[in-house]
């Protein structure tokens, strides 16, 4: 749990300090480009600061948001779940990226591991039932790691397959892909978990899913979303 007293020593305001860990985290910029977008607002920081603050700070509310979401994502993200996995490459070696989201889009759990098979897929699959419980319903590819972590957990019976059917977490991919073009990948695993964990879970605050709602809506969902950033590590 947070705590108010994490901005005690630092002279730059937890305003500045948000602002700056949230466009790194949420868009696609480089530090650069943060420091260059605070200096347009008159705000005098270095590229190294953000990183320092993204590093220091972004795990703390990662995990203030996963802690208020996810009493309530308990309650009916237990419908469906989809599962997928993608390649990332780690200091030139290739790297598993695991994903689970809820029938609306939401992200789960992302675990990074070194192999794609058996030992890895039920780490992921025990992990998100430690957190979220077990699903009705479990969509994943063809890959065969799948159906033997499945039994091993004792939900086999709760596994679907089929063509298109987990589009939702392939397309879950993306905003995480356009945030590893702009960081020029990563050189170390733990590194990779760290950030895919705190971006999971700022894009779950932030994503208000546009294109379901009318813009009187988004407009009031999004205000909220950022009023609620604003308060992190308030008290």
């Not at 957190?131 to 596994?159: M, N, P, W």
Request: some cysteine; proline content about 2%.
């Amino acid at each position: 749990m947070t705590r108010p007293a994490s901005f005690k020593y630092f002279k730059t305001s937890p305003e500045i300090i948000r602002l700056a860990v949230m466009l790194y985290i949420r868009f696609p910029l480089s530090l650069r480009n943060v420091e260059d977008l605070l200096h347009e607002r008159g705000i005098d920081v270095s590229h190294e600061s953000v990183r320092y603050w993204w590093n220091r700070f972004g795990p703390m509310f990662a995990a203030e948001i996963r802690r208020k979401r996810v009493q309530q994502l308990r309650s009916y993200s237990k419908w469906k779940w989809h599962v997928d996995e993608v390649f990332v490459k780690v200091n030139g070696k290739r790297h598993y990226l695991w994903r689970a989201v809820d029938h609306e889009g939401e992200v789960l759990e992302v675990v990074v591991t070194k192999r794609r098979n058996k030992a890895a897929a039920l780490k992921f699959l025990r992990k998100l039932m430690k957190r979220h419980g077990c699903a009705e319903e479990i969509v994943t590819d063809r890959f065969a790691s799948y159906k033997a972590a499945l039994r091993k957990v004792g939900a086999l019976e709760k596994q679907q397959t089929g063509r298109w059917l987990n589009n939702r977490v392939e397309n879950s991919h993306l905003p995480f892909r356009r945030r590893e073009r702009a960081m020029q990948r990563f050189r170390r695993m733990r590194s990779l978990q760290k950030f895919a964990s705190v971006h999971s879970s700022v894009y779950n605050h932030f994503n208000r899913e546009r294109s379901l709602v009318s813009r009187d809506t988004f407009k009031l969902t999004r205000a909220a979303a950022l009023s609620e950033w604003r308060q992190l590590c308030s008290g």
